[in-house]
């Protein structure tokens, strides 16, 4: 283990969003450098330089650091081989165009400086900031978040529905404090009549939570409206209960268990539809009483997981056929947590004693052997969960996922295999190895069907958005986790 940091990154003169997401791509990539409480960067040059080969300097600092006796000490620094970074914050950042620049050119110099990455040192001192301290940092994140998507016109995406309504949500009951759920009522009341179509939106339990919340069904009424008019939803054809072929919708006036043979001579699934049905038709059956939505919805999962997943290595690949999983694609992180998610949000919903509750827990014991096997050494999963870490980069989405879904499948009894805690324990040291300032990193962008391995590798990480919420949400499952007996 290097006792010096090989990488000094000077406090900027003023907090900058493009100097930040360079520091994100240090820490995504493990790169050693110091940071104190409240990762504060020191804001001057140490007595001494040795073990250091990188000081990474804002711009806007540059006169101070043009002066005696500075200039002096970094060009001595120079000739022995170190290397002063000036990072252009003209760079695009936020977004995936914005991350892969500045991943461009922080990989240009972890190589050119000989910065080592994964450093132990690193991994230790980032696992050793205090729960408290990540929690901390999450909170008041959720109106920020909200507003985020809405102003990009997206106000039911899936990091919203996924992350943000759910962990404001369920905070306020953990916290006992109304309070943190209220930019989601607002939210909600806002934004519900903006919902048009299906499958695109996520989210769409919380128009339940709203509805006990409130009392107001308005939200209910437009979302089974929507539904109704697309019967049958989400507008694809289906194959013995299984949703196909994505963006190819039923023509009006066609039957969509009847398919053309041009359809059934493609047909296919992919691992996403099942988060959009498993989440809006069991709410809607919980909604309405009407149990012909939720059996729908179990009809697509079960066929589905025949399709999707593959028995020998125990995961989902992203695209399946009626014969099996197409292994043109590949077990994409994502798109196994999102199948998953579907799982989650019908054990949710669906009554007690549903006589296919014991069926989802077994799916769910299912893809627990594959996800086991390829946990990482350093407690995360990969963008390709078969890959090697040589191929593929850590999955922070995928990883805050399964911990959500085996926590609570064990805190409520879904599924007690005695390897969860463990596995979630060991995944919780390796988020906390992903985070900066109370943000993720290694967020994998989501990505289409595909028939080519090499589009799922080469996705890019988006570290520029807020997803702080994600952070206390896996972080209140482990507490519920660790409670249950």
């Known amino acids: 283990m290097n006792p010096v940091p090989p990488l000094l990154i000077l406090a900027p003169a003023a907090p900058h969003p493009v100097y930040t997401h360079f520091i994100r791509q240090f820490v995504d990539l493990g790169v050693h450098f110091p940071f104190g409480e409240g990762w504060t960067l020191p804001r001057d040059l140490p007595p001494a330089l040795d073990g250091v080969r990188c000081v990474m300097v804002?711009?806007?600092?540059?006169?101070?650091?043009?002066?005696?006796?500075?200039?002096?000490?970094?060009?001595?620094?120079?000739?022995?081989?170190?290397?002063?970074?000036?990072?252009?914050?003209?760079?695009?950042?936020?977004?995936?165009?914005?991350?892969?620049?500045?991943?461009?050119?922080?990989?240009?110099?972890?190589?050119?400086?000989?910065?080592p990455m994964r450093d132990p040192a690193m991994i230790t001192r980032l696992q050793g900031i205090e729960d408290a301290t990540l929690v901390a940092a999450c909170q008041g994140a959720t109106a920020d978040e909200l507003g985020q998507y809405a102003r990009m016109g997206v106000p039911f995406t899936d990091p919203l529905g996924m992350f943000t309504m759910p962990t404001a949500i369920e905070a306020a009951e953990f916290f006992g404090d109304p309070a943190l759920a209220e930019p989601v009522w607002a939210h909600l009341a806002e934004h519900y009549p903006k919902l048009d179509r299906l499958p695109d939106a996520h989210g769409m339990q919380h128009f339940l939570d709203y509805a006990e919340k409130t009392g107001d069904r308005r939200p209910l009424e437009r979302l089974a409206a929507v539904c109704r008019a697309q019967t049958p939803w989400p507008l694809l054809?289906?194959?013995?209960?299984?949703?196909?072929?994505?963006?190819?919708?039923?023509?009006?006036?066609?039957?969509?268990?009847?398919?053309?043979?041009?359809?059934?001579?493609?047909?296919?699934?992919?691992?996403?539809?099942?988060?959009?049905?498993?989440?809006?038709?069991?709410?809607?059956?919980?909604?309405?009483?009407?149990?012909?939505?939720?059996?729908?919805?179990?009809?697509?999962?079960?066929?589905?997981?025949?399709?999707?997943?593959?028995?020998?290595?125990?995961?989902?690949?992203?695209?399946?056929?009626?014969?099996?999983?197409?292994?043109?694609?590949?077990?994409?992180?994502?798109?196994?947590?999102?199948?998953?998610?579907?799982?989650?949000?019908?054990?949710?919903?669906?009554?007690?004693?549903?006589?296919?509750?014991?069926?989802?827990?077994?799916l769910l014991r299912d893809c627990l052997e594959g996800l086991l096997r390829v946990q990482g050494e350093d407690g995360l999963w990969l963008n390709v969960l078969d890959a090697s870490p040589a191929d593929s980069r850590p999955c922070g989405s995928a990883s805050c996922q399964f911990i959500r879904i085996y926590a609570r499948a064990w805190a409520r009894g879904w599924l007690r295999d005695e390897r969860i805690p463990p596995m979630v324990e060991r995944a919780w040291q390796g988020m906390k190895t992903k985070i900066w300032d109370g943000r993720f990193l290694g967020w994998c962008v989501g990505t289409s069907h595909a028939l080519i391995r090499q589009q799922y590798l080469a996705r890019p990480h988006d570290s520029g958005r807020i997803v702080r919420s994600a952070l206390l949400g896996i972080w209140m499952e482990i507490q519920k986790m660790r409670a249950a007996e």
Not at 63 to 91: C, H, I, Q, Y
Request: net charge neutral; aromatic share 10%.
């Open 237 to 362: 054809w289906r194959k013995d209960g299984v949703f196909l072929n994505c963006d190819l919708h039923v023509p009006e006036g066609a039957d969509a268990d009847r398919p053309p043979q041009a359809v059934l001579d493609d047909a296919w699934v992919w691992t996403e539809t099942n988060l959009w049905v498993g989440e809006t038709y069991a709410t809607l059956t919980r909604a309405t009483g009407d149990t012909r939505w939720l059996d729908r919805a179990l009809a697509h999962t079960l066929g589905a997981h025949r399709w999707l997943f593959e028995p020998q290595k125990a995961l989902y690949w992203h695209v399946g056929r009626p014969t099996g999983p197409d292994l043109r694609s590949a077990p994409w992180a994502r798109g196994n947590s999102h199948f998953l998610w579907g799982i989650r949000s019908m054990l949710n919903l669906m009554p007690e004693n549903h006589p296919q509750r014991t069926g989802l827990c077994a």
């Open 58 to 115: 804002d711009p806007a600092r540059r006169d101070e650091f043009l002066g005696e006796p500075l200039a002096s000490r970094l060009r001595a620094f120079t000739r022995e081989g170190g290397f002063v970074f000036w990072p252009d914050l003209k760079t695009v950042a936020g977004g995936a165009v914005g991350d892969v620049n500045v991943r461009h050119v922080v990989t240009r110099l972890v190589n050119t400086a000989g910065l």
